[in-house]
């Protein structure tokens, strides 16, 4: 349950035909026709068709898919490094396909920095000279230039490293070098192009997890584009799954797991480790009944007898989480005269976040027997999620070829 953000970018209708027939192809694709039989038929190439998508403010939208699907063809087309042939592309108010040269160089310094499979360093500059490269071309001062330079690549993890040269550098800092001439260009957008699959399968894995905290820190709005499902399951905030050149489902990487578009996402997703990408917000469920923090004892275990619980949180006005009573610690404050449930209540209690990973639940319940809380970031109460819920979610992902929809059992111990 991400956080609504403002769009940033807005596609809508995009198609790209590669061939001297454009709109005979795309005739032929409005009367039905597929990839195929266009190609078979008039010898173009339906490289997108009919795309329609946003990306959000700070997202990092992840576009999928095999070889030959278009995903390489759609980042191109969002700074028109290839020209579109009919759709909408819109970023901050402008229309991109519309632009004239010298605006749309312009948009693209202002919106695009682009990190590429192959690193595209110079070999003869050092580290500091490479990522200054983009600054220089649009004549920063050489002084201001050096200073964002040195901050980009500290932020990438190669603060020390600036008086080096390519040759000297494994993959993974080369790597780090393109993703610092990127940020240096502080565009709005980051557009990153199989930017990890020339990496050893281990540097990748520790890439994957510098973009993913660069991305905390900075919530820079982030295109990704990648043939690796477990690529895009680890870093995406959604993905965008592509097929001949068109967009099969759309969704959360929870999402594109548990609730599969058709039976080619079904086959795609085959053999994941579901357990490892699933989250708290999988197994979530409502909460069925809370006390606020200027309740009394009494009022707590009326709550608890009329939902079948024997305990329950406690909110405040603005839905904060700030506590937990159990039913022998209310009746005990009924005894003794207790006013409130926060002179009794315990904190001693787990709560997450939806994105914490399903294989952490389970061990939390062997230290309390409480359902565990989540919230957000607010520390606002949005469900719990009981042990049952867990297991069943965990036995469905042990089948890779199943996909069920979320339980909806409620058990007693749901708060």
């Known amino acids: 349950m991400n956080e609504e953000r403002n769009v940033k970018i807005r596609v809508r209708n995009l198609s790209k035909v590669f061939g001297s027939q454009p709109k005979k192809a795309l005739e032929l694709r409005d009367q039905g026709l597929k990839r195929p039989e266009i190609l078979d038929k008039t010898?173009?190439?339906?490289?997108?068709?009919?795309?329609?998508?946003?990306?959000?403010?700070?997202?990092?939208?992840v576009i999928m898919g095999l070889s030959g699907s278009g995903k390489s063809t759609l980042i191109r087309c969002l700074n028109r490094l290839i020209e579109p042939t009919e759709g909408e592309i819109v970023i901050d108010g402008e229309d991109i396909p519309t632009l004239g040269e010298k605006a749309l160089l312009e948009c693209r310094r202002r919106h695009f920095s682009?990190?590429?499979?192959?690193?595209?360093?110079?070999?003869?500059?050092?580290?500091?000279?490479?990522?200054?490269?983009?600054?220089?071309?649009?004549?920063?001062?050489?002084?201001?230039?050096?200073?964002?330079?040195?901050?980009?690549?500290?932020?990438?993890?190669?603060?020390?490293?600036?008086?080096?040269?390519p040759s000297q550098l494994s993959g993974g800092m080369q790597q780090r070098v393109g993703l610092a001439r990127a940020l240096a260009n502080d565009a709005s957008v980051l557009l990153m192009d199989e930017a990890f699959s020339a990496l050893d399968p281990l540097i990748r894995g520790d890439m994957q997890q510098e973009l993913l905290q660069l991305q905390s820190r900075?919530?820079?709005?982030?295109?990704?584009?990648?043939?690796?499902?477990?690529?895009?399951?680890?870093?995406?905030?959604?993905?965008?799954?592509?097929?001949?050149?068109?967009?099969?489902?759309?969704?959360?990487?929870?999402?594109?797991?548990?609730?599969?578009?058709?039976?080619?996402?079904?086959?795609?997703?085959?053999?994941?480790?579901?357990?490892?990408?699933?989250?708290?917000?999988?197994?979530?469920?409502?909460?069925?009944?809370?006390?606020?923090?200027?309740?009394?004892?009494?009022?707590?275990?009326?709550?608890?007898?009329?939902?079948?619980?024997?305990?329950?949180?406690?909110?405040?006005?603005?839905?904060?989480?700030?506590?937990?009573?159990?039913?022998?610690?209310a009746s005990q404050a009924l005894e003794q005269g207790k006013e409130r449930v926060t002179d009794v209540m315990t904190q001693d209690f787990r709560r997450v976040t939806l994105e914490e990973p399903m294989h952490h639940l389970f061990a939390m319940f062997s230290e309390h027997s409480f359902p565990i809380a989540v919230v957000d970031d607010q520390q606002r109460l949005l469900g719990v999620v009981v042990k049952g819920a867990v297991l069943d979610q965990l036995a469905q992902a042990a089948e890779p070829t199943q996909i069920a929809e979320p339980s909806t059992t409620t058990t007693a111990g749901d708060a």
């Not at 010898?43 to 939208?61: K, P, R, W």
């Not at 584009?225 to 690529?231: A, G, P, Q, S």
């Not at 599969?260 to 996402?265: F, I, K, T």
């Not at 053999?271 to 809370?290: C, F, N, P, Q, Y």
């Open 43 to 61: 010898g173009q190439t339906l490289g997108l068709s009919n795309i329609d998508f946003d990306v959000h403010e700070g997202e990092l939208l």
């Open 114 to 165: 682009m990190v590429f499979q192959n690193f595209a360093l110079f070999p003869h500059r050092t580290v500091q000279k490479n990522a200054e490269f983009g600054l220089e071309i649009r004549g920063i001062d050489p002084a201001e230039r050096s200073e964002i330079a040195r901050t980009a690549l500290k932020q990438v993890g190669l603060d020390g490293w600036e008086d080096a040269y």
């Open 218 to 329: 900075m919530q820079k709005t982030t295109v990704f584009i990648t043939h690796d499902l477990d690529e895009a399951l680890t870093i995406g905030d959604r993905i965008v799954l592509l097929k001949d050149g068109e967009i099969v489902q759309i969704g959360t990487p929870e999402e594109i797991l548990t609730k599969p578009a058709d039976d080619y996402v079904r086959r795609f997703i085959e053999g994941v480790d579901k357990a490892r990408i699933l989250t708290a917000e999988s197994a979530m469920r409502r909460v069925r009944s809370t006390v606020r923090d200027s309740d009394g004892p009494r009022t707590a275990l009326r709550k608890m007898r009329e939902h079948g619980l024997d305990s329950i949180y406690i909110i405040d006005r603005d839905q904060q989480l700030i506590g937990l009573i159990e039913a022998e610690a």
